[in-house]
C-alpha cells in the first residue's frame, strides 16, 4: 500500500501538542443557564448512536414529541426539537410565523425581548414594541391597547424573562390575539418544566423553549410547536421560509408519517431529552411545579435572613430564576468570581440595563433543591461578610 505524505512538507502545519484525555470540573451551576444536567440523563445521552432512519429512533421522536406536549399542556401536533440551544427555537418559531412585511408586535420587558425584535427584523417584519421597565410585567389592558392600536399579524412575548427575573402572566392574551386576528408567540426557555405552562387553555400559537434549564437535559436540542392556527398562516405562506434548517414544512416531511430526510438528527441530545422528559413525566407537572415554588420561596426567606433583597415583586417572580440585588460598595463580578473559585458554584451577573445591579441566581430543574439553597446561601454569606 503507497504511504501517504504531506506534498509539500514545509507548508504542513505541526499538531498542536499532545493533551490528556478531557476531564471537567465539578460545578454546582446555579446561574442562568445551563443548569446541572440528571446524571441520569448525562446516562442515557452516554451510549452509542444511531441512524437518524433507524425505526428505534423514528418511535423515540414520537415519544419525544408526546413528552413534550406534556410538559407545554398542548395537543399541537407540530411539536418538534430542533439541534441547537433556544434561540435556534426560537429562531424557528419567528421563521415559520413571519412573512416579509408582516406586522410584529414585540412587547419587550428585558434583554430577552430585544433579541425577538432583532430575529424579527432580520427575517423582513415590520415590527414595532412596547415596553415596561426591567423587572415589570405588562397588564392584558396594557397588551389589548396595543393589540388595537397595532393590528399586528404576530405578537411576541417572553413568559419568564431570564434578564429580570420577571414571569409575565398569560392569562386572557390568546383570546384577545385570536380576537384580533394575531398569532401569540411565547418564550418559554426558562419556564419549561419549572413554572406552570398552559399552551393550549392559554391560547398561545407558538412556543418555543431550551433543553438545558427546567427539563435538566444537556444543551443543545431545543423545542418548539405550531398551533393549528400557526401552522395554517404557514400554509398561506408566498414565500418559503427564509430559514432552509428550520423550515416546520420540511421538518414537517421527516417528523411526521413521510419520514424524509432532512437533516441527520442530533441523536445523542435526542437521547437525553426523551430521558429528560421521561423523568420529569414520572415527577408529574404538579409536584414539579410545587418542588420549584417551595425551594424558591425557601430561597427567598433565606435571603431576607441574609439581609438581601430580590429586584422583583414576589407575585411575579419565578421561581426559576432570581434577580438578587447587589448591596451598595459590593462589587458584583468580584462576588461571583469568589463563589466560583472558592465553592466550584456559578451564579450569573446582571445582564444589559441590570449589569452589575443584580446576581442572577437559577434553581431550576435538577437543582431546584433546598440542599442547594444551603450550599448557595453559606457561600455567599462568607464571601459578602
Ligand atoms: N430566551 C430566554 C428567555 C433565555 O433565557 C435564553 C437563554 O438564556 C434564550 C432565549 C436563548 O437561549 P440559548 O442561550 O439557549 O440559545
Known sequence: MATI???????????????????????????????????????????????????????????????LRYTWQTSNPL??????????????????AVEPGDRVLVAVKGYFGHRLVDMA??????????????GEAFTLEELTAALDEHRPAVLAIVH??????????????GAACAEHDCLLLVDTVTSLGGVPIFLDEWQVDLAYSCSQKGLSCAPGISPFTMSPRAVAKLE??????????????LLR???????????TAPVNLTYALREALRLLAEEGLETRWQRHQQTATYFWQ?????????????????????TVRVPDGIDAK??????????????????????????????MGYNSQPEHVDTLLHALETVLH
Open 302 to 322: 433565606g435571603l431576607a435572613d441574609l439581609g438581601l433583597t430580590c429586584h422583583v415583586e414576589e407575585s411575579l417572580r419565578l421561581p426559576t430564576l432570581t
Open 334 to 363: 468580584a462576588v461571583g468570581r469568589q463563589l466560583m473559585t472558592d465553592y466550584n458554584i456559578e451564579v450569573g451577573g446582571g445582564l444589559g440595563e441590570l449589569g452589575g445591579r443584580v446576581w442572577r441566581i437559577g434553581l
Open 79 to 96: 411539536t418538534y426539537a430542533v439541534a441547537g440551544t433556544g434561540s435556534a427555537a426560537m429562531e424557528a418559531t419567528i421563521a415559520n
Open 121 to 134: 427584523q432580520r427575517y423582513g417584519a415590520d415590527v414595532v414594541t412596547i415596553h415596561r421597565p426591567w
Open 236 to 249: 398561506r405562506r408566498r414565500q418559503p421560509v427564509a430559514n432552509w434548517y428550520l423550515d416546520a414544512a
Open 5 to 67: 505524505l504531506f506534498p509539500n512538507p514545509s507548508a504542513r502545519l505541526a499538531p498542536p501538542a499532545p493533551l490528556p484525555p478531557l476531564t471537567v470540573p465539578e460545578r454546582l451551576l446555579l446561574g442562568p443557564g445551563p443548569s446541572n444536567a440528571d446524571p441520569r440523563v448525562i446516562a442515557a445521552m452516554n451510549q452509542q448512536p444511531i441512524g437518524h432512519l433507524d425505526a428505534a429512533y423514528l418511535a423515540m421522536m414520537d415519544e419525544v414529541q408526546e413528552l
Open 160 to 173: 419568564a424573562e431570564t434578564s429580570t427575573g420577571v414571569r409575565q402572566p398569560l392569562e386572557g392574551l
Open 253 to 263: 416531511k421527516y417528523w411526521g408519517p413521510e419520514r424524509v430526510y432532512h437533516h
